[in-house]
């Protein structure tokens, strides 16, 4: 187990130089001179000279990603062209809504999911599983922005329980914090359900009939204790993986649900600076993403190692 | 049976969109550009089926239309995609030097999440349609060219290839007349996945306002001009949702379908087959 | 202690009704062994599961007979009553040890489970206590520390004696066993049937074995049933079936062993053509697609058991003496084959 976490953590470290890679030569691939690009048509030649040797944009471009690489290991991403404040402090200021906004998302992917698996299950044999097959299916084919429409439809104009937009911080107390973070979350956690639902089913039935699962039905022991114990073991294994998946599309949908419940959040910052061109925080954002989405799956699989003893006595 | 009948129907309802898509100009009866002030958001009647929007223009032409860059983006992205997967895949899962590069460059795009990745791009090239395919394409064909390697290295010490090799047959014959062959069936379902999946994501490129131009009717930028009147006109919402629902539907469900086809067990073989890699990693990994 | 009366056990499936177990009758006295032999498809599994109902149903279903344990028919019992007779009264061993237990849980919460279902009173101390008796029983070597290893930490015969302490858990009156020694290497076989014997003496327990290898029921059966298609077609003590075989395809089985007492013009004969389709059976005789002492009257009669001595029976129409001179022509007939 300890060798696994070493080398796991390891493996880490190429896939994030690739990403910095990809992260760097984003502003490289704009058509174009990017600091004219960012100063718009109108600007002199000094303040476009100006910016460049700011950005560094003067140097070979071998010379500006070790740059850009030995800054990123100092904990350094720049500065905002928009508001001057470091990249770091931008984000930084940013994080707690999406945060919030994720972790809440992803208890209600559970909440919801793993009842719904167990029931459809234990239902097997019914008509409920080609209909929850359907569903699943049906879930994600909707998008997820006109599902918050649809939402926003139904609760800003129909019954108006929840609002629509805004955001509290927690330090406001939780209550303000849960009443304004409930509809988004809960449409960012809907896009996921189906498709984490329909993997713990899937790992559901594979394991329903495998032969420890007779085992314990020849020692006596009720269907739903087969069900709830020893065939959720062992689906829950695999799903952990899911979890990495479903996170992926967590911090994608973030960005719209943000932009769309107008929650100040990383997701929203990101919208913001592409339309303000501020290149600094497009690359410290989508770095920042990437690495907590590696971080997490790199989590996810070592909880898979921990709740598998085949891998972790091993 | 029932699984048969909605494969045919949602291929039928498929055909049918592009049809009714490419032939728009010949049957729609009031022109979808045609802009009359006078008629602003009016709710749907018997001469506009889906209402019009807030130019006076007619919502159920407009929507109809709109497939038009929805499927040409999801065709390119999902062909360009299976092709450079394809390729990188069947080289990565054959040739082991170029397997270590490669894997490692795949992982990194993939440590992205895919609209995110697709986002950025399409920030620093620009929203134009080539733009947003070429975003897309970076963003999904990591997935297949995964799952391609691993079909690859599956099948890459079963006999008849070990057999070809020995007759002497080079690489490209290999890898064309055995290896492609056999890896086809998840290539064809993952490739109807991201058909699906990147419809779903121009419009939300073009619902974000970084997508398609806002002057082309896009089912996104539809949806992007309907967010502040949701209140007042419900049906600019709807209708242009309900559109891109069906469409995705329609191949999420082909693309099941071929799956079953293909194999009726494939959820469960490919999870086994998943277990199996991973332990299999870890004794590799050596163990205490 | 427990009778089987004309069972019929079939499975509802796509393709058709597959009649797997088709009139069935058969007793097993408290404390004796029987062994169950059939090629696969036979039905012998299916009807092992039945007996505590363990098939999955749908597929299967009962369209007759009746399985009185104890008295009482286990058909009839409410799902209540049968989950106390599973492991309590009835417990099973099955074939495959390496996938019988789950790998989430160590064995020693394996074997606690099916003490727990059946004694919710006993104090933990009392439980472990148990776990660690049971593992010395079934010769676990330093059962203390094994307790909280998980499945893959042991070996195939070690996993095989891990599920029979599970099954012994509750001093069960009648143990089934599922091709217990199929998966295993054959020292380890002999180590498992032995360690059942022992068991059987210490604990009392009757035992169904299950097996298509008529060698592993030879030193262990009081009686053995040979199954065909879903029937019996011959029962008897082990000398009857060995040495005085009364149904072709039990000689079939016989001659299928390998073994070091017989002419070696007679070994290790593989019976021609593939089990039956118990979809659709062939006319007549189930074996005579496959019989090579078929008769025209074959195809047209099953034959039912007749008796061939003191509780042996078997289902042919060639009588004993009828069965000794076609076995000889045909040994004749091969050697000479053999020779030219």
């Given at each position: 187990?300890?060798?696994?976490?070493?080398?796991?953590?390891?493996?880490?470290?190429?896939?994030?130089?690739?990403?910095?890679?990809?992260?760097?030569?984003?502003?490289?691939?704009?058509?174009?001179?990017?600091?004219?690009?960012?100063?718009?048509?109108?600007?002199?030649?000094?303040?476009?000279?100006?910016?460049?040797?700011?950005?560094?944009?003067?140097?070979?471009?071998?010379?500006?990603?070790?740059?850009?690489?030995?800054?990123?290991?100092?904990?350094?991403?720049?500065?905002?062209?928009?508001?001057?404040?470091?990249?770091?402090?931008?984000?930084?200021?940013?994080?707690?809504?999406?945060?919030?906004?994720?972790?809440?998302?992803?208890?209600?992917?559970?909440?919801?999911?793993?009842?719904?698996?167990?029931?459809?299950?234990?239902?097997?044999?019914?008509?409920?599983?080609?209909?929850?097959?359907?569903?699943?299916?049906?879930?994600?084919?909707?998008?997820?922005?006109?599902?918050?429409?649809?939402?926003?439809?139904?609760?800003?104009?129909?019954?108006?329980?929840?609002?629509?937009?805004?955001y509290a911080p927690i330090a406001e107390g939780v209550f303000s914090w849960l009443y304004y973070l409930i509809l988004p979350a809960f449409v960012l956690a809907a896009v996921e359900v189906g498709l984490i639902a329909r993997m713990l089913r899937d790992g559901m039935l594979e394991s329903i009939n495998q032969d420890y699962t007779r085992t314990v039905r020849a020692k006596g022991v009720r269907e739903s204790t087969v069900l709830m114990k020893h065939v959720f073991a062992n689906a829950l294994i695999p799903t952990t993986t899911v979890v990495g998946t479903a996170v992926a599309g967590l911090l994608g949908g973030t960005v719209i649900i943000e932009t769309l419940f107008t929650i100040p959040g990383i997701g929203q910052l990101l919208i913001d600076s592409i339309y303000r061109r501020d290149y600094p925080v497009i690359q410290g954002v989508v770095l920042i993403i990437s690495a907590i989405y590696v971080l997490i799956n790199l989590l996810v699989d070592l909880l898979y190692a921990f709740l598998d003893p085949r891998i972790r006595y091993d | 049976m029932f699984k048969k009948k909605r494969n045919i129907l949602a291929l039928s309802l498929l055909l049918l969109i592009s049809l009714a898509t490419t032939t728009a100009s010949l049957w729609l009866p009031l022109s979808p550009a045609y802009i009359d002030p006078s008629q602003r958001l009016l709710s749907p009647s018997e001469t506009y089926w889906f209402g019009t929007d807030d130019f006076g223009r007619d919502l159920f032409g407009r929507t109809i239309v709109a497939a038009r860059v929805s499927l040409l983006v999801g065709v390119v992205v999902s062909l360009v995609s299976t092709v450079l997967g394809t390729i990188v895949g069947l080289v990565s899962g054959?040739?082991?030097?170029?397997?270590?590069?490669?894997?490692?460059?795949?992982?990194?795009?993939?440590?992205?999440?895919?609209?995110?990745?697709?986002?950025?791009?399409?920030?620093?090239?620009?929203?134009?349609?080539?733009?947003?395919?070429?975003?897309?394409?970076?963003?999904?064909?990591?997935?297949?060219?995964?799952?391609?390697?691993?079909?690859?290295?599956?099948?890459?010490?079963?006999?008849?290839?070990?057999?070809?090799?020995?007759?002497?047959?080079?690489?490209?014959?290999?890898?064309?007349?055995?290896?492609?062959?056999?890896?086809?069936?998840?290539?064809?379902?993952?490739?109807?996945?991201?058909?699906?999946?990147?419809?779903?994501?121009?419009?939300?490129?073009?619902?974000?306002?970084?997508?398609?131009?806002?002057?082309?009717?896009?089912?996104?930028?539809?949806?992007?001009?309907?967010?502040?009147?949701?209140?007042?006109?419900?049906?600019?919402?709807i209708f242009p949702g309900i559109a891109i629902v069906i469409t995705v539907l329609t191949l999420n469900i082909l693309g099941d379908g071929i799956r079953d086809a293909f194999d009726p067990h494939s959820t469960n073989r490919k999870k086994k087959r998943f277990l199996r890699r991973r332990n299999q990693d870890v004794t590799l990994n050596g163990g205490s | 202690m427990l009778e089987v009366n004309d069972l019929k056990v079939h499975l509802d499936t796509d393709s058709g009704i597959v009649k797997a177990v088709d009139g069935v009758s058969f007793t097993v006295e408290a404390g004796k062994t029987i062994g169950i032999v059939g090629e696969s498809g036979s039905g012998k599994s299916v009807l092992a599961m039945s007996l505590t109902q363990l098939n999955p149903q749908p597929p299967a279903f009962y369209p007759q007979g009746e399985i009185l344990f104890e008295g009482k028919n286990v058909l009839k019992r409410t799902k209540k009553d049968l989950r106390k007779i599973r492991g309590n009264d009835i417990a099973m061993i099955f074939q495959d040890p390496m996938s019988s237990l789950n790998p989430v849980f160590n064995i020693g919460d394996q074997i606690k489970e099916a003490i727990r279902t059946h004694d919710k009173k006993m104090s933990r101390q009392d439980v472990e206590k148990k776990v660690i008796e049971l593992l010395t029983d079934v010769g676990i070597p330093d059962p203390k520390r094994r307790i909280n290893d998980y499945p893959h930490q042991f070996s195939g015969g070690m996993r095989q004696r891990v599920l029979i302490a599970i099954a012994l858990a509750c001093k069960p009156k009648l143990l089934i066993a599922d091709e217990p020694t199929t998966a295993l290497d054959v020292t380890i076989q002999a180590q498992i049937l032995e360690l059942m014997k022992?068991?059987?003496?210490?604990?009392?327990?009757?035992?169904?074995?299950?097996?298509?290898?008529?060698?592993?029921?030879?030193?262990?059966?009081?009686?053995?049933?040979?199954?065909?298609?879903?029937?019996?077609?011959?029962?008897?003590?082990?000398?009857?079936?060995?040495?005085?075989t009364s149904m072709p395809y039990t000689w079939s089985l016989l001659r299928s062993?390998?073994?070091?007492?017989?002419?070696?013009?007679?070994?290790?004969?593989?019976?021609?053509?593939?089990?039956?389709?118990?979809?659709?059976?062939?006319?007549?005789?189930?074996?005579?697609?496959?019989?090579?002492?078929?008769?025209?009257?074959?195809?047209?009669?099953?034959?039912?058991?007749?008796?061939?001595?003191?509780?042996?029976?078997?289902?042919?129409?060639?009588?004993?003496?009828?069965?000794?001179?076609?076995?000889?022509?045909?040994?004749?007939?091969?050697?000479?084959?053999?020779?030219?």
């Open positions: 187990m300890l060798q696994y976490t070493i080398r796991r953590f390891i493996s880490v470290i190429p896939v994030m130089f690739i990403v910095s890679v990809i992260v760097f030569l984003l502003v490289h691939l704009t058509p174009g001179n990017p600091a004219y690009l960012i100063l718009g048509e109108d600007s002199s030649q000094e303040s476009i000279k100006q910016l460049e040797q700011q950005l560094g944009l003067d140097k070979p471009i071998v010379v500006q990603f070790f740059d850009w690489i030995k800054n990123i290991l100092t904990g350094d991403l720049g500065q905002s062209i928009y508001s001057s404040e470091p990249v770091t402090q931008v984000i930084f200021d940013r994080f707690g809504p999406t945060f919030s906004l994720m972790l809440l998302s992803l208890i209600f992917i559970l909440v919801i999911s793993i009842p719904i698996a167990i029931f459809v299950v234990a239902m097997r044999k019914t008509i409920l599983d080609p209909i929850f097959l359907t569903i699943s299916l049906l879930g994600v084919s909707i998008p997820e922005f006109w599902f918050a429409i649809l939402l926003v439809l139904a609760f800003g104009v129909t019954f108006p329980i929840f609002p629509v937009a805004g | 054959y040739y082991k030097k170029a397997d270590f590069i490669l894997m490692r460059i795949i992982d990194g795009m993939l440590a992205f999440p895919a609209l995110l990745l697709a986002l950025s791009l399409v920030a620093a090239l620009g929203g134009s349609i080539t733009n947003i395919i070429i975003a897309l394409t970076f963003a999904f064909f990591p997935v297949m060219t995964r799952i391609v390697r691993s079909a690859v290295l599956q099948i890459n010490h079963l006999q008849y290839i070990e057999a070809a090799k020995t007759t002497g047959a080079s690489d490209i014959v290999i890898l064309l007349r055995y290896m492609l062959p056999n890896v086809l069936s998840p290539i064809i379902v993952q490739g109807t996945f991201i058909f699906a999946k990147a419809i779903l994501a121009e419009a939300a490129l073009s619902f974000l306002g970084v997508g398609v131009n806002p002057s082309i009717p896009t089912w996104g930028n539809m949806l992007q001009e309907s967010q502040i009147y949701v209140t007042i006109a419900p049906w600019f919402s | 022992d068991i059987q003496k210490k604990y009392g327990t009757a035992i169904i074995i299950i097996t298509h290898d008529l060698g592993v029921v030879a030193n262990i059966a009081d009686k053995i049933l040979v199954m065909y298609a879903g029937r019996i077609v011959e029962e008897g003590s082990v000398h009857d079936i060995f040495y005085r062993l390998p073994r070091l007492d017989i002419d070696e013009s007679e070994r290790l004969l593989t019976i021609k053509g593939q089990p039956p389709d118990l979809i659709h059976p062939p006319e007549g005789c189930k074996f005579n697609p496959r019989c090579p002492f078929v008769s025209p009257e074959c195809l047209k009669m099953d034959p039912p058991l007749t008796e061939r001595g003191s509780n042996h029976r078997a289902a042919c129409i060639l009588s004993n003496e009828q069965f000794e001179e076609a076995k000889q022509a045909l040994i004749i007939a091969e050697r000479k084959g053999v020779h030219s």
